[in-house]
């Protein structure tokens, strides 16, 4: 009988349908819980939810710290994890606005100084822990101090922004057609997304192509899966891991040019916490801490989720910060619970009870005998 299910099928045309993997799943899953709480908080909250303008400043407002994330996405994935992003991040806002202003730099130069503070760290963090094996967060909590340290050295003071052709870029602001609200005065104002948004999500689109369609992408998910098995398949574990943290450094630096057009100042402030916002934005786009799954499009709704239900706490009246930190932190234990009964059910005795497109693929199975 099922020789002839199958024969029939074949005769139809149609193939069975792919079982979904583990990145994907959990990447759907943080989708549908943004897409969720967002259309709850318009009809519950309704005011500035409405707006398709506070809606797009979810992205102007943390352009950098989707930066930051995707960087920290492929360090994740390789089995990982690193927290001096934000460091890097008030360290590049600084260093450049003192160069524009007391050293009389161009853009041009002061982007260039942005990577190449970012290459610094990247370089430094990937030799420390890929061949000389020193454990990331040792490396990278040191790195954050030595980044957060430097700020204060390059100026103790906060500095702004007052370069002619510096403000002309971060004045910069791309107009959504058809987007746009009517103000108090009856006025049509269209929505708006700064430049930085734009190279967030070039960002994303990047990261997610690598991950996705590169061999260094396939390398990243094998060494985070089982790396002493992708070092018998000929997969040189100590490079891909370097370059997972030289790629992530560059990106930090990249978001801290990024941020530097958002606010305009050099402060020792900056990024506060971005790195733990960063962990959190993964985590609850699905990359696990264990390595081996995740995805920059989950980490980019991640953040809008973890902005989101932000938003929501603060227009439920609750404005003081620790409710909105009390709310993350059950966030963050809700996904890691979610995540861990869907892997365990998914994996072991109760497969049998969900839907065939529920059930682990074979890349997943292949990863678990890994």
């Known amino acids: 009988m099922k020789k002839g299910k199958d024969l029939f099928t074949e005769i139809r045309g149609k193939k069975p ?8 799943l959990l990447m759907t899953i943080t989708i549908c819980t943004f897409i969720g709480m967002y259309m ?42 690193d927290i001096s992003g934000g460091g890097i991040t008030a360290l590049v806002t600084m260093a450049c606005v003192v160069y524009l202003e007391d050293h009389g730099g161009t ?35 040191a790195g954050m101090f030595f980044a957060r340290g430097m700020v204060t050295i390059v100026s103790i003071a906060p500095r702004t922004a007052s370069h002619e052709a510096f403000l002309s870029l971060k004045q910069m602001r791309i ?30 689109i990047a990261v997610a192509v690598i991950l996705k369609w590169t061999r260094f992408g396939r390398n990243l998910y094998a060494v985070g899966g089982n790396s002493h098995s992708a070092l ?17 450094g560059i990106l930090s630096g990249i978001a801290g040019y990024v941020y530097l057009l958002h606010t ?41 989720s973890l902005k989101t239900i ?7 009246g609750l404005t003081k910060p620790y ?22 059910v998914r994996e072991k005795g109760a497969v049998g009870l969900l839907p065939e497109w529920l059930k682990p693929g074979k890349k997943d199975k292949k990863k678990n005998r890994i």
């Open 17 to 24: 349908r792919e079982p979904i993997s583990n990145t994907n």
């Open 175 to 204: 107009t959504i057609p058809g987007l746009g609200y009517y103000g108090k005065t009856g006025v049509f104002i269209p929505a708006q997304i700064e430049l930085g948004v734009v190279i967030a999500l070039i960002v994303v």
């Open 107 to 141: 853009v041009a130069g002061s982007i260039l100084m942005a990577l190449g503070i970012g290459l610094f760290f990247g370089l430094l963090h990937g030799i420390l822990v890929a061949y000389l094996e020193i454990q990331p967060f040792i490396v990278t909590l």
């Open 310 to 316: 932000t938003n929501i706490v603060i227009a439920s």
């Open 40 to 81: 709850i908080a318009m009809f519950v909250w309704g005011g500035g939810f409405l707006n398709p303008q506070q809606f797009l400043d979810l992205f102007n407002n943390n352009a950098f710290l989707v930066i930051i994330a995707c960087g920290l996405t492929m360090i994740m994935i390789s089995g990982g994890i």
């Open 232 to 248: 018998t398949l000929g997969i040189n574990v100590k490079r891909t891991k370097f370059f997972a943290y030289l790629l992530a």
């Open 264 to 304: 305009g100042a050099g402060d020792a402030a900056n990024a506060t916490q971005a790195e733990m916002q960063a962990i959190a934005s993964n985590i609850i786009g699905g990359t696990l801490l264990t390595g081996g799954v995740g995805n920059a499009i989950g980490t980019l709704f991640g953040m809008l």
């Open 323 to 344: 409710y909105q930190s009390i709310t993350t932190g059950l966030m963050l234990c809700f996904f890691i619970l979610l995540q861990s009964v869907i892997l365990a």
